[in-house]
């Protein structure tokens, strides 16, 4: 049974797919309001309203998934997520449509005066020579940010007969060309630009972008337009502009701080604003719902999820790919961390045969999960994983092979540690499972799961008999036995896997017998 906590309010039509499922139990409640431990959720569903704050996650010890039902994760703490191994996904592209319109909504109310107009009518006045706007047909409207929203509102303007100029360095020119769009620099769009909207996430870089320096660069009389996040244009610096008649009106969505209290900007009469309702629509918050509701509950039920902030995308096709690999990694990561009980600098990864081709980041990840898991207090999985090395200055890296030495696919593994270097090899036959191939220079065979018991002897008559015997003696029944040596004589290893957990006094016991050098017990 998984525990979902929905703390803002989110389309009960669209979490059906979670309250319809059998092994879900949903809560309806703010954060603030839930009485028991917070620590029994597994996933948090929320809007933009609940701070998912780095304080939040450490009381929610179970959680594994932050569902944003939306685009912006800017009331999440997403480093703080990934340091806590818990997944955050949103909804990317549910309210595209309703959020472009009501930026075309908002331009079309800022040129004609709509809500002043609105306003003056309904105290009973008639002045029409007051709201005198201007058309928007033939006018030049810069668009800063070209994703979802920013191609959506560009539709919308071309249809209105205006020229569209586009600033977003990461649009590829093959993208521009299809929508039928010409890039320009941002000092190009905001000297030509009549009107101006930003479609930018809330970044280090956008940050105040439309600030001093830049609207210093845009014509007299422009009007600016923020539907995205408050601070992408500054709001201290548009009072000075609009003040001085620079800047001819604003139309704002969203603040820097919301609710924005008695903000300096909503004295102007130029200024026109709504309380962040971009993606207030029945159909937006339908579609945000059900999809993040159907993502947490593939996540909930081991699927792959394909919006994840904090993971690499994966469809199920590249999932269904990849995931014996995933697991194999895995279990090859928990040996190689077991047996390597010492500092670890380096873990270099080489995938051959098939395994090589496909998308092996989040094999990687798993492996990487499997090592550190045994000695990691906190959560460790595929979303943290990569961090937790590199914070405890471990260096990983992937290598390509397509000598697989006959073997169809094979994920190489190689610790190099304070001491030691231990290398091991796996690969996955599919109708048969996972083996280890190669042990610590020994090619043996067996499969890395349940109670291993790995020994290094010397090849000599009778070592078989010894450990079975003490084994044995103390109740423990050996399931498979696999054995390898390098030379006749020289060093040799067994692999066995037991009923049950072996206790430490037995491992010692394995450990004085004459000829044996290494004993070690392994928990797949
Ligand atoms: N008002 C509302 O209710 C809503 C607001 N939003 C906000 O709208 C914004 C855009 O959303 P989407 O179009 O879905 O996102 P998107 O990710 O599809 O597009 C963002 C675009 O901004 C570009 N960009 C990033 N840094 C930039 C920079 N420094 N300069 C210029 N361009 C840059 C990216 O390359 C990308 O093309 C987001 O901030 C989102 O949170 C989204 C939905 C509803
Ligand atoms: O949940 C909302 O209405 C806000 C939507 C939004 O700003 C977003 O999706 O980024």
């Known amino acids: 049974?998984?525990?979902?906590?929905?703390?803002?309010?989110?389309?009960?039509?669209?979490?059906?797919?979670?309250?319809?499922?059998?092994?879900?139990?949903?809560?309806?409640?703010?954060?603030?309001?839930?009485?028991?431990?917070?620590?029994?959720?597994?996933?948090?569903?929320?809007?933009?309203?609940?701070?998912?704050?780095?304080?939040?996650?450490?009381?929610?010890?179970?959680?594994?998934?932050?569902?944003?039902?939306?685009?912006?994760?800017?009331?999440?703490?997403?480093?703080?997520?990934?340091?806590?191994?818990?997944?955050?996904?949103?909804?990317?592209?549910?309210?595209?449509?309703?959020?472009?319109?009501?930026?075309?909504?908002?331009?079309?109310a800022l040129v004609r005066h709509i809500?002043?107009?609105?306003?003056?009518?309904?105290?009973?006045?008639?002045?029409?020579?007051?709201?005198?706007?201007?058309?928007?047909?033939?006018?030049?409207?810069?668009?800063?940010?070209?994703?979802?929203?920013?191609?959506?509102?560009?539709?919308?303007?071309?249809?209105?007969?205006?020229?569209?100029?586009?600033?977003?360095?990461f649009l590829t020119k093959a993208?521009?060309?299809?929508?039928?769009?010409e890039p320009c620099t941002l000092d190009e769009l905001l000297s030509v630009s009549d009107i101006i909207t930003v479609h930018t996430p809330l970044t280090k870089e956008t940050k105040g972008l439309l600030g001093p320096k830049n609207l210093a660069k845009t014509k007299k009389g422009v009007y600016l337009v923020n539907c995205a996040r408050g601070g992408i244009i500054d709001e201290q610096a548009l009072?000075?502009?609009?003040?001085?008649?620079h800047v001819a009106g604003a139309a704002l969505d969203v603040f820097e701080q919301e609710p924005p209290g008695?903000?300096?900007?909503?004295?102007?009469?130029?200024?026109?604003?709504?309380?962040?309702?971009?993606?207030?629509?029945?159909?937006?918050?339908?579609?945000?719902?059900?999809?993040?509701?159907?993502?947490?509950?593939?996540?909930?039920?081991?699927?792959?999820v394909t919006s994840s902030i904090n993971l690499p995308t994966l469809s199920k096709e590249v999932y269904e790919k990849i995931q014996s690999f995933y697991n194999l990694a895995k279990k090859m990561g928990t040996v190689a961390s077991q047996y390597m009980v010492e500092p670890v600098q380096e873990i270099a990864i080489t995938y051959s045969g098939t395994v090589a081709d496909l998308e092996t980041t989040f094999i990687t990840r798993s492996l990487?999960?499997?090592?550190?898991?045994?000695?990691?207090?906190?959560?460790?999985n595929e979303v943290n994983a990569a961090m937790i090395a590199k914070e405890r200055g471990i260096i990983f890296g992937e290598k390509f092979s397509t000598n697989s030495e006959g073997y169809a696919n094979s994920i190489s593994l190689t610790v190099y540690g304070e001491k030691q270097t231990f290398t091991i090899k796996g690969t996955h036959i599919p109708n048969y499972?996972?083996?280890?191939?190669?042990?610590?220079?020994?090619?043996i065979d067996f499969a890395p799961e349940g109670h291993l018991l790995y020994i290094q002897h010397q090849d000599k008559p009778g070592m078989i008999g010894q450990v079975g015997k003490i084994l044995g003696d103390h109740q423990v029944n050996i399931a498979t036995m696999q054995v390898g040596r390098q030379a006749a004589g020289g060093k040799a290893i067994m692999m066995l896997s037991l009923d049950k957990p072996l206790d430490d006094s037995i491992v010692e016991k394995l450990s004085e017998v004459a000829d044996i050098e290494v004993v070690k017990k392994i928990e797949v």
């Open 115 to 169: 809500p002043q107009a609105h306003v003056s009518v309904k105290s009973r006045e008639w002045n029409r020579s007051a709201f005198v706007g201007s058309e928007l047909y033939g006018k030049h409207l810069g668009i800063i940010g070209f994703g979802r929203i920013g191609s959506e509102v560009a539709k919308r303007a071309r249809a209105f007969g205006m020229k569209v100029h586009v600033y977003d360095p």
């Open 239 to 245: 009072a000075e502009f609009l003040k001085s008649g």
């Open 262 to 304: 008695d903000h300096p900007l909503l004295a102007f009469d130029n200024v026109i604003v709504t309380p962040h309702l971009g993606a207030s629509t029945i159909e937006a918050q339908l579609n945000v719902a059900t999809q993040v509701a159907e993502e947490v509950l593939k996540f909930l039920e081991g699927k792959p």
């Open 433 to 443: 499972g996972d083996r280890i191939v190669h042990f610590n220079g020994f090619a």
């Open 175 to 181: 993208r521009a060309e299809k929508i039928g769009v």
């Open 1 to 108: 049974m998984f525990r979902i906590l929905v703390s803002d309010s989110i389309s009960e039509e669209g979490l059906a797919p979670l309250l319809n499922a059998e092994h879900i139990e949903v809560v309806q409640k703010k954060v603030a309001e839930v009485e028991e431990s917070l620590d029994q959720f597994d996933a948090l569903l929320v809007r933009s309203a609940t701070k998912v704050t780095e304080e939040l996650l450490a009381k929610m010890k179970n959680l594994k998934i932050v569902g944003r039902a939306g685009v912006g994760v800017d009331n999440i703490d997403v480093d703080a997520a990934t340091k806590y191994g818990v997944v955050v996904i949103n909804a990317p592209n549910g309210n595209t449509i309703s959020t472009a319109e009501h930026t075309f909504a908002m331009i079309a």
């Open 368 to 380: 990487l999960a499997g090592f550190l898991k045994p000695r990691v207090a906190s959560t460790v």
